[in-house]
């Protein structure tokens, strides 16, 4: 299916902002040979983000094993993990004096542990070497719940795993992914007794329907997700799944204003949000709100 060539409306259209230089952040990551889903994704947030000296950092190689039809990231044939890559990510989190570091990767079907070994590696080297907080953004490991038990034992602050659509559009949008599967990942990391903040997010504008939307947001919170982050689909190429709909600021205002009634803690929820997008500041978001509860003050529940 082939995008067409659409305009985008006046609030998709982002400008820079004086004085964001992206140029520390790129040489720092050329310097210690790392990929950021910044690049590889495509994401229109990229020059704020390395503006503010921060990247999402995109471990287990540039080619994913799955050809998930609203994705940038190559497909095909991964090479082997590089076994330095972890503390290469730890060395780039300390010089870059990062508070909260989010990690993910591409699929990694190809691999015994799917990639959840190198996760936990990961965690323990930013861990051992720095004092922020580890947020992974994995995928879903084939539903092996031993390998999403090998990330969680490392201790990661923050585990999130997008379901990134409704159930109905799986087949079209993730033809190898699985909306149940995703869900009793999320599910298990709820239960751990580590206890993260489990996170998730999805995409608008793929052609999900109102009820469709809620019924996600729905099964979310029964499988333990605490907090969640609603953004724009926009096609990386014409070659991508086209846009279905391009949803209004307002919209995302009452999404949000919806997800916090249903008990989320934090929700960033806007055209541009991205699962990474200011995840720091979210995270930040849900700590407030537990330590109310826990000091017997109500409300508070926020979004970003």
């Given at each position: 299916?082939?995008?067409?060539r659409?305009?985008?409306?006046p609030?998709l259209?982002?400008?820079?902002?004086?004085?964001?230089?992206?140029q520390?952040?790129?040489n720092?990551?050329?310097?210690?040979?790392?990929?950021?889903?910044?690049?590889?994704?495509?994401?229109?947030?990229?020059?704020?983000?390395?503006?503010?000296?921060t990247?999402?950092?995109?471990?287990?190689?540039?080619?994913?094993?799955?050809?998930?039809t609203?994705?940038?990231?190559?497909?095909?044939?991964?090479?082997p993990?590089?076994?330095?890559?972890?503390?290469?990510?730890?060395e780039a989190?300390?010089?870059?004096?990062?508070?909260?570091?989010?990690?993910?990767s591409v699929?990694?079907?190809?691999?015994?542990?799917?990639?959840?070994?190198?996760?936990?590696?990961?965690?323990?080297?930013?861990h051992?070497?720095?004092?922020?907080?580890?947020?992974?953004?994995?995928?879903?490991?084939k539903?092996?719940?031993?390998?999403v038990?090998r990330?969680?034992?490392?201790?990661p602050?923050?585990?999130?795993h997008?379901?990134?659509?409704?159930?109905?559009?799986?087949?079209?949008?993730?033809?190898?992914?699985?909306?149940?599967?995703?869900?009793?990942?999320l599910?298990?990391?709820?239960?751990?007794?580590?206890?993260?903040i489990?996170?998730?997010?999805?995409?608008?504008?793929?052609?999900?329907?109102?009820?469709?939307?809620?019924?996600?947001l729905?099964?979310?919170?029964?499988a333990?997700c605490?907090?969640?982050?609603?953004g724009?689909y926009?096609?990386?190429?014409?070659?991508?799944r086209?846009?279905?709909?391009f949803?209004?600021?307002?919209?995302?205002?009452q999404?949000?204003?919806r997800?916090?009634?249903?008990?989320f803690?934090a929700v960033?929820?806007g055209?541009?949000?991205?699962?990474?997008?200011k995840?720091g500041?979210?995270?930040?978001?849900?700590?407030?709100?537990?330590?109310r509860?826990?000091?017997?003050?109500s409300?508070?529940?926020?979004?970003?």
């Open positions: 299916m082939k995008a067409t659409t305009r985008l409306p609030w259209r982002k400008r820079l902002s004086p004085g964001e230089d992206m520390p952040v790129l720092l990551l050329k310097e210690l040979s790392l990929r950021t889903v910044c690049q590889d994704a495509r994401c229109p947030n990229i020059a704020e983000c390395f503006g503010r000296g990247a999402t950092f995109m471990i287990l190689g540039g080619v994913c094993t799955r050809g998930c609203f994705c940038a990231v190559a497909r095909g044939r991964p090479a993990p590089e076994p330095g890559e972890p503390d290469r990510i730890s989190v300390r010089r870059l004096g990062l508070s909260h570091v989010v990690v993910t699929t990694r079907d190809d691999l015994p542990d799917g990639g959840s070994g190198h996760f936990a590696q990961t965690i323990r080297a930013v051992r070497d720095t004092t922020a907080t580890v947020e992974v953004l994995t995928p879903d490991f539903g092996r719940l031993e390998d038990d990330v969680l034992d490392a201790a602050e923050v585990f999130n997008n379901v990134e659509t409704v159930a109905r559009l799986y087949a079209a949008v993730r033809p190898q992914a699985d909306y149940g599967r995703s869900l009793g990942v599910a298990r990391a709820a239960g751990s007794p580590l206890s993260p489990t996170k998730s997010g999805l995409m608008l504008g793929l052609g999900e329907a109102e009820d469709e939307l809620l019924a996600v729905a099964d979310l919170r029964r333990g605490r907090a969640l982050t609603l724009q926009l096609a990386p190429s014409a070659a991508h086209p846009v279905a709909e949803v209004r600021p307002e919209r995302f205002e999404l949000k204003a997800a916090l009634e249903m008990g803690e960033a929820s055209p541009f949000v991205r699962s990474s997008y995840a500041r979210l995270l930040a978001h849900v700590m407030n709100y537990r330590e509860r826990s000091n017997g003050r409300g508070g529940k926020d979004g970003v």
